[in-house]
């Protein structure tokens, strides 16, 4: 099946800190990658929708300036972390999927941040 | 926007016997419904999943049912196995933008 590769798988760095996380969608052309936040025995919250080129859409109530997404290309996009503090903690998972095709979303591993 | 209610939040049952998770949606344009298994730090795997022109699918020991109508779908397992142990999602999507809600999640517990 598809892979997504997703780095790092784990973060633990100062206050103050900026994080960049890296989404790779390794053997098909990703139109659209999602990410998306998950603290502790709680479910997935799609935090924005990244299409190539163009600007992200954010989920409503996520800060698009602390949360950065870059979609560059189609198998690449980044999520940087800006200033993260103790509550930006959490695990942080994208997916990729080419719009138009019958494919579900292929998820990466996940980066489990710590900010101490 | 698109709710999903996932029942129930804990869920243990005996090495052999079958496990139902039921998810309810909220809109109705929502056309495919994949389900998903997630152990501990790991990303959560599709399991199976649906589409809105069927009304039940089967891969093995899992099945999901899907009632339009009522706006809701199940996961079935028969003769669950300790390694069946995890928790379970649903989720849904209207198909725009390939856009997943995911449920609250249902933590099985398959004992020995």
């Known amino acids: 099946g598809a892979v997504v590769s997703q780095h790092p798988s784990r973060v633990i760095c100062k206050s103050g800190t900026s994080v960049k996380i890296e989404c790779r969608s390794l053997?098909?052309?990703?139109?659209?990658m999602f990410w998306y936040r998950q603290f502790p025995k709680k479910s997935l919250m799609l935090m924005a929708t990244?299409?190539?080129?163009?600007?992200?859409?954010?989920e409503q109530g996520v800060e698009k300036d602390k949360f950065l997404i870059n979609h560059a290309s189609l198998t690449l996009s980044t999520l940087t972390v800006t200033s993260a503090h103790p509550e930006d903690s959490s695990f942080y998972i994208c997916?990729?999927?080419?719009?138009?095709?019958?494919?579900?979303?292929?998820f990466g591993d996940g980066t489990r941040l710590s900010i101490l | 926007g698109e709710n999903v209610e996932q029942h129930p939040s804990t869920l243990s049952v005996q090495e052999g016997d079958s496990a139902v998770i039921k998810c309810t949606y909220s809109?109705?344009?929502?056309?495919?419904f994949p389900w998903y298994k997630q152990e501990l730090g790991k990303r959560p795997q599709l399991i199976i999943d649906?589409?809105?022109?069927?009304g039940e699918k089967k891969d093995q020991r899992i099945a999901v049912t899907l009632n339009k109508t009522a706006k809701h779908f199940s996961l079935h397992i028969t003769e669950t196995q300790p390694e069946d142990s995890a928790v379970y999602f649903c989720?849904?999507?209207?198909?725009?933008?390939?856009?997943?809600?995911f449920g609250t999640g249902t933590r099985l517990q398959v004992t020995l």
């Open positions: 997916s990729a999927h080419r719009q138009g095709s019958n494919q579900p979303q292929h």
């Open positions: 053997d098909f052309q990703a139109t659209t």
């Open positions: 990244s299409n190539e080129g163009s600007k992200a859409t954010y």
């Open positions: 809109d109705s344009a929502s056309n495919y």
């Open positions: 649906i589409r809105s022109n069927v």
């Open positions: 989720a849904a999507d209207t198909g725009t933008a390939s856009k997943l809600t």
